[in-house]
């Protein structure tokens, strides 16, 4: 049996950073092409509601390619020539078409007699004649939003809140049956597949579902350079047992090497191609939905860096803030902010700022500093506005440019 690779656990940290480009330079004018790759090397990105600074699918282009044109996305994913499409990939997803075949067995088994499916055969069970009502009005009346069906019905209390016409429609997406064919403002707008999707995608083959978890967990150790089996697992949601199979084939067949990586409990694959920089030149604020650190036991064990997301959590309950993003410099998580974007007052808002233990305040401060200015010129604000919440604001308002505000 072949010995593990033993890494580091810097070596595992600035693999994984590596992996998902943000050791890369920005580009100068950032086009159509940088976005599509940032997909592709992410393999998805997560999509989310959340607007306090732009919708949580934007921001991990931002974190890699810096001001670009949140355009360029809604071209890939929702234009005319889409490079992309929505399914359940983490969570809900935007995922670029060679990724389509890989989910038809996630499609195929949305009524598999499981714990977690088992609302949905239900609810399948009982209103079949309502679901093939709602696939004819769309195959008749083309794109529709859930409330334009001729029976919606009322929102309800149950499943989220929505109606009867939601509800199927979220259905006949997550069977495949119905996708996106565009967006009003964040509403989703449904339509038939191949009216959407290119036939080039469509006629695809479908691979087993063995086959495409294969696939999927080599795109999800290809995003993260070098993982454990439960990270795997994470990336795409993959069922556990299945994720653990489709790991010990692709070490079988060459696509991962099995690694011990100092500190971590359970072993690890690495990536054959994964890139080993012996430094990391990065400066990036991250969403909390960001692929490298969505995954929170793995964030801890990679950056040593402990992060929970506080939207629900009380507010004086709240230890960092509202909505805080880490801030990665070099090959570590400096720094942790909580940012709104106040379009009443054009002010990007640091509401609170706190510095990592062994960060160094005197190159960190003026590095954040210089990225919030990045980020708002992107969103179109006037100002950087800095709170003195937290043990390194005030460091923070001391290397902020001029045009930085207090409150």
């Known amino acids: 049996m072949t010995q593990p690779i033993h890494l580091s656990r810097a070596q595992a940290r600035r693999i994984a950073i590596a992996a ?33 600074l732009a919708r949580a699918h934007y921001m991990p282009l931002f974190s890699r390619l810096g001001a670009y044109d949140p355009a360029l996305l809604n071209a890939a994913w929702l234009g005319r ?94 069977t495949g049956e119905l996708t996106t064919a565009a967006r009003r403002g964040f509403e989703r707008l449904y339509d038939l597949p191949d ?64 690694a011990a990586v100092e500190g971590w409990r359970n072993p690890a694959l690495l990536d054959p191609a994964a890139r080993t920089p012996r430094r990391i030149e990065a400066c990036a604020l991250l969403s909390p939905f960001d ?25 004086p309950q709240r230890r960092y803030g509202y909505y805080v993003l880490p801030f990665l410099m070099n090959d570590a998580l400096a720094a942790r902010v909580d940012l709104k974007a106040d379009r009443a007052e054009s002010a990007l808002v640091v509401q609170a700022a706190h510095l990592e233990p062994g960060a160094d305040p005197l190159t960190t401060a003026p590095a954040l500093a210089a990225e919030l200015e990045v980020m708002r010129a992107w969103l179109g604000l006037d100002r950087v506005k800095i709170s003195r919440r937290g043990d390194f604001a005030a460091a923070l308002r001391r290397a902020a440019i001029p045009r930085a505000g207090a409150p």
């Open 195 to 258: 009216r959407v999707h290119p036939a080039h995608v469509l006629d695809v083959p479908t691979p087993s579902q063995d086959d495409a978890v294969r696939a999927l967990a080599a795109r999800a150790l290809s995003a993260m350079g070098v993982a454990t089996v439960s990270d795997i697992a994470d990336y795409y949601r993959l069922p556990p047992a299945a994720a653990k199979n489709a790991c010990a084939a692709l070490i079988e067949a060459g696509g991962a090497v099995s």
């Open 291 to 315: 692929p490298l650190i969505w995954n929170r036991a793995r964030v801890e064990r990679v950056f040593g860096f402990d992060y929970r997301i506080e939207i629900y959590v009380p507010a």
């Open 81 to 174: 020539k889409r490079s992309c499409f929505e399914y359940w990939g983490h969570e809900a997803s935007i995922l670029p078409y060679d990724a389509h075949p890989l989910l038809r067995w996630r499609m195929a088994g949305a009524l598999a007699q499981t714990a977690s499916h088992a609302r949905w055969v239900q609810y399948a069970k009982e209103n079949r004649a309502f679901l093939d009502d709602v696939l004819a009005e769309v195959r008749v009346r083309g794109p529709l939003g859930a409330s334009e069906l001729t029976n919606a019905g009322e929102r309800r209390g149950s499943w989220w809140g929505w109606s009867d016409g939601k509800l199927a429609m979220e259905f006949l997406f997550k």
């Open 20 to 52: 998902q480009g943000l050791d890369r330079p920005r580009p100068a004018r950032p086009t159509r092409a940088h976005v599509d790759r940032v997909i592709a090397r992410l393999g998805l990105l997560q999509i989310d509601a959340v607007n306090v």
